[in-house]
T-cell receptor, first 117, second 117 residues
Framework: AQKITQTQPGMFVQEKEAVTLDCTYDTSDPSYGLFWYKQPSSGEMIFLIYQGSYDQQNATEGRYSLNFQKARKSANLVISASQLGDSAMYFCAMREGESGGYQKVTFGIGTKLQVIP | GAVVSQHPSWVICKSGTSVKIECRSLDFQATTMFWYRQFPKQSLMLMATSNEGSKATYEQGVEKDKFLINHASLTLSTLTVTSAHPEDSSFYIC?????????????FGPGTRLTVL
């Protein structure tokens, strides 16, 4: 079974609107971490936001927020007030197990977001 | 923030030659570095995990004799693609784990695009 599922290969959003990128995950480990990364056409992977499995509140970082629904095993990324520079590939990723050492991170296949002027 | 550099950013080589890619954490010490490979329009595939002062841990299906990894110091890991062939052409990207409290966030280098003729 896929550990990280991103079902939207491509998304369009109007500039200044909000957009939600879907991510569901599969794990039996009670301790895990969820990440979102942005990859523009230049190729670099940019860390956006992190959510721990024990975190009580949804993570937020500026215009990025993570809609964490633990029972549904979903960790959707919400980008508010989209900007042209947000056009990129977005990857959801998961670390299983406790932090504090080497833990393998599994990436989803990504969602390509295009912001329309 | 945590900055990871990679060198070179791109390289073109002849079939049969070896290519070395460097990954450096610039403003933090990274006991663990990761090497990924990414084919066009696909997700990141973990190749190996590199721990300072010890042998790298390779993922299943990755040839350790072909992809030599050396983690010489807390800020430098190198990936050498030995006897490169056209099928090794890909985007190689490293990351370093910043052991911040309960996150294990990986910060990525800008990537190296390898083309083998």
């Amino acid at each position: 079974a896929q550990k990280i599922t991103q079902t939207q290969p491509g998304m369009f959003v109007q500039e200044k609107e909000a957009v939600t990128l879907d991510c569901t995950y599969d794990t039996s480990d009670p301790s895990y971490g969820l990440f979102w990364y942005k990859q523009p056409s230049s190729g670099e992977m940019i860390f956006l936001i992190y959510q721990g499995s024990y975190d009580q509140q949804n993570a937020t970082e500026g215009r990025y927020s993570l809609n964490f629904q633990k029972a549904r095993k979903s960790a959707n990324l919400v980008i508010s007030a989209s900007q042209l520079g947000d056009s990129a590939m977005y990857f959801c990723a998961m670390r299983e197990g406790e932090s504090g050492g080497y833990q393998k991170v599994t990436f989803g296949i990504g969602t390509k977001l295009q912001v329309i002027p | 923030g945590a900055v990871v550099s990679q060198h070179p950013s791109w390289v073109i080589c002849k079939s049969g030659t070896s290519v070395k890619i460097e990954c450096r954490s610039l403003d933090f010490q990274a006991t663990t570095m990761f090497w990924y490979r990414q084919f066009p329009k696909q997700s990141l595939m973990l190749m190996a995990t590199s721990n300072e002062g010890s042998k790298a841990t390779y993922e299943q299906g990755v040839e350790k004799d072909k992809f030599l990894i050396n983690h010489a110091s807390l800020t430098l890991s190198t990936l050498t693609v030995t006897s490169a062939h056209p099928e090794d052409s890909s985007f190689y990207i490293c990351s370093a784990s910043l052991l911040a409290a309960s996150t294990d966030t990986q910060y990525f280098g800008p990537g190296t695009r390898l083309t083998v003729l």
